[in-house]
């Protein structure tokens, strides 16, 4: 059993999700670079390889209730919540990054505190007859940063917050990362104390 958190990679098929499904159907291949989760909807920030076009936007619309182009790959999708959106707003667990795989096929990377919580996410799964199989389970130690806060420290420094002046503020880089600003607080904690600590490891 488990003790310390882990990351889990999950293969998920036949994905309720319709706007995932209109995606996979045109070809294109896209990661989930952000999920809001709701009671009842959910937003995503997709991260498409190639430029979207026109007609592949018209359908993104067609089964969302909004939909907001940042450049030409990048795009916000809110769509109403699928059974999975909700089994995850429900769950104890984070996810990290969704890829698309094929047609109704989506993998799933989730940050999972314990044992117990990942055991009642799949009991979820599998109340709800949703077709799933855990591909790998990584236990994070604690020196261990997770590609999501490596990420967030990067874009963090490279933007300035950490310089005594500090050019742009939490709220600002929450915007930048299309998260919630309490979410980018808690992210920021548990990266900075694992430097923290690997630091002080080595140094003794």
């Known amino acids: 059993m488990l003790k310390s958190p882990f990351e889990v990679t999950i293969l998920i098929e036949d994905h309720p999700c319709e706007v995932m499904g209109v995606i996979?159907?045109?070809g294109l291949k896209a990661t989930v670079d952000n999920v809001k989760l709701g009671d009842n909807t959910t937003d995503h920030i997709v991260l498409f390889e190639k430029e979207v076009q026109k007609d592949d936007l018209i359908k993104l619309k067609s089964h969302s209730i909004k939909v907001l182009k940042f450049n030409d790959s990048k795009?916000?999708?809110k769509t109403k919540g699928c059974s999975v959106c909700k089994i995850l707003y429900s769950s104890n667990?984070?996810?990290e990054k969704i890829k698309v795989i094929k047609e109704r096929t989506l993998l799933y990377t989730l940050l999972v505190p314990n044992t117990i919580a990942f055991k009642e996410f799949l009991a979820n799964l599998t109340s709800q007859r949703i077709k799933f199989?855990?591909?790998?389970i990584y236990e994070i130690s604690s020196n261990d940063l997770t590609d999501r806060q490596m990420e967030i420290l990067k874009l963090a420094y490279k933007m300035g917050y950490f310089d005594d002046d500090r050019r742009v503020t939490l709220t600002e880089l929450?915007?930048?990362?299309?998260?919630?600003?309490?979410t980018l607080e808690e992210i920021m904690r548990r990266a900075l104390r694992k430097v923290v600590k690997y630091y002080l490891d080595k140094v003794g």
Do not use: D, E, F, H
């Not at 199989?133 to 790998?136: A, N, W, Y």
């Not at 929450?174 to 600003?181: D, E, H, M, R, V």
């Open 24 to 26: 996979s159907s045109t």
């Open 133 to 136: 199989t855990v591909l790998s």
């Open 93 to 95: 667990v984070i996810v």
């Open 75 to 77: 795009v916000w999708v």
């Open 174 to 182: 929450a915007k930048q990362l299309g998260i919630s600003t309490p």
